[in-house]
């Protein structure tokens, strides 16, 4: 029988749903899994070796990188999964919007998601986890126990994100972050590898008029009764 959980968020940028995992995971006690970070750290890479100057990326390069490098992740003493990149964290570099402009023309290589899809496999081996992205749901998990799809409008999720950027990054404007979040969903829904969808099993809830404490409860009646069947 089986004895682990997988719980699925996908969702748009600044929807909301990697703070709604967390808090899912942490009342469950199980695995939070950020899978927009391994991107992330990918990207940070391309960006350390000046890979992203260039229209095209050289992705046989970045493929050699990442032989050579080591991504992974370190659970701290809070039960948070933090990314690594050879063993040094790398949490805050991965979130500056240098990498946020260019993340989702890495994510949409093949090459990348099929490595990206390895480290997703074997980090959730044995684990009831709850992991968010865009194609966990579709692609990753196509088999898990619960699924959610965590949407808001494009206006909404630029002020969360721009609330969020504005801390470390005085000048940046929030037509910035807008175009930002347009031209990443744009890439991320339209790409021909694994883009973002609703899976058709999915519970789909749009946080524009809800505070995060209401999502989380509703997501939680939800699993438990899951859990209970
Ligand atoms: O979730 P986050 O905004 O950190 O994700 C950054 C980018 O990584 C997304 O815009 C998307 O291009 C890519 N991504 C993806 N598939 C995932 C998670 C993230 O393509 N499962």
New binding site residues.
């Given amino acids: 029988m089986k004895n682990t959980f997988v719980i699925t968020i996908?969702g748009?940028?600044?929807s909301g749903?990697?703070t709604i995992a967390k808090l899912v995971a942490a009342h469950y006690k199980y695995t939070y899994i950020?899978?927009?970070?391994?991107?992330?750290a990918i990207?940070f890479l391309a960006n350390e070796n000046k890979l992203l100057n260039s229209k095209e990326i050289n992705v046989n390069f970045l493929i050699n990188l990442l032989e050579n490098n080591s991504i992974s992740f370190f659970n701290n003493s809070k039960n948070q999964n933090i990314i690594t990149l050879n063993d040094v964290d790398i949490e805050d570099e991965?979130?500056t919007s240098i990498i946020?402009n260019h993340?989702?023309r890495?994510?949409?290589i093949d090459r990348i998601?099929n490595y990206?899809f390895e480290i997703?496999k074997k980090i959730s081996k044995d684990k009831s986890i709850v992991?968010?992205?865009?194609?966990?749901g579709s692609v990753?998990f196509p088999d898990a126990d619960v699924k959610f799809y965590i949407d808001a409008s494009l206006k909404v999720r630029a002020k969360r994100r721009w609330n969020d950027l504005i801390v470390n990054e005085k000048n940046i404007s929030l037509n910035d972050v807008t175009n930002d979040l347009f031209n990443?969903?744009k890439?991320?829904v339209n790409?021909k590898i694994?883009p973002?969808v609703v899976p058709h099993d999915s519970i789909k809830i749009n946080t524009d008029n809800f505070t995060i404490d209401q999502v989380v409860h509703k997501m939680i009646k939800l699993i438990d009764k899951k859990i209970k069947k």
């Fill in positions: 996908d748009p940028s600044s749903k990697s950020d899978s927009g970070s391994i991107y992330r990207t991965i979130r946020s993340v989702s890495v994510a949409q998601r990206v997703q992991m968010d992205g865009r194609d966990i990753v990443r969903d890439i991320d790409r694994s973002l």
